[in-house]
C-alpha cells in the first residue's frame, strides 16, 4: 500500500513536472528556443538524472516517475535548442 508522503509525492510530483509541458509545447510549436539556455538546461538534466538514481535508490515511485518525465521533457528541450540553434 502507498504511504500518505508517497501521495503527496505523486502529487508534487505531476505539478512540478507538468510545469515543463508549456515550455516544450511552445518551443516545438514556435521552433524558437533563442530565449531558453542550453547551459542551465544541461545542468538540470544533470541533476534530474541523478535525481533518478536517487530514487531508483530509495525505491521512491513518485521520485522515479517525476524525474524520468522530467528528464524527458528536459531532453526534449536540449534537443530542440541544438535543433533550432
Same mark, same amino acid.
Given at each position: 500500500?502507498?504511504?500518505?508522503?508517497?501521495?503527496?509525492?505523486?502529487?508534487?510530483?505531476?505539478?512540478?513536472?507538468?510545469?515543463?509541458?508549456?515550455?516544450?509545447?511552445?518551443?516545438?510549436?514556435?521552433?524558437?528556443?533563442?530565449?531558453? *539556455? +542550453?547551459? $542551465?538546461? &544541461?545542468?538540470?538534466?544533470?541533476?534530474?538524472? %541523478?535525481? @533518478?538514481?536517487?530514487? #531508483?535508490?530509495?525505491? *521512491? +515511485?513518485? $521520485?522515479? &516517475?517525476?524525474?524520468?518525465?522530467?528528464?524527458? %521533457?528536459? @531532453?526534449?528541450?536540449? #534537443?530542440?535548442?541544438?535543433?533550432?540553434?
Amino acid at each position: 500500500m502507498i504511504d500518505i508522503y508517497e501521495i503527496i509525492g505523486l502529487i508534487a510530483a505531476t505539478l512540478t513536472t507538468s510545469a515543463f509541458v508549456p515550455q516544450v509545447y511552445k518551443a516545438w510549436k514556435s521552433k524558437n528556443t533563442e530565449s531558453l *539556455s +542550453l547551459t $542551465m538546461y &544541461l545542468a538540470f538534466f544533470v541533476g534530474i538524472m %541523478l535525481w @533518478l538514481v536517487y530514487g #531508483i535508490h530509495l525505491n *521512491s +515511485l513518485a $521520485m522515479i &516517475l517525476s524525474n524520468t518525465a522530467t528528464g524527458f %521533457l528536459a @531532453l526534449i528541450l536540449i #534537443i530542440l535548442k541544438l535543433k533550432y540553434k
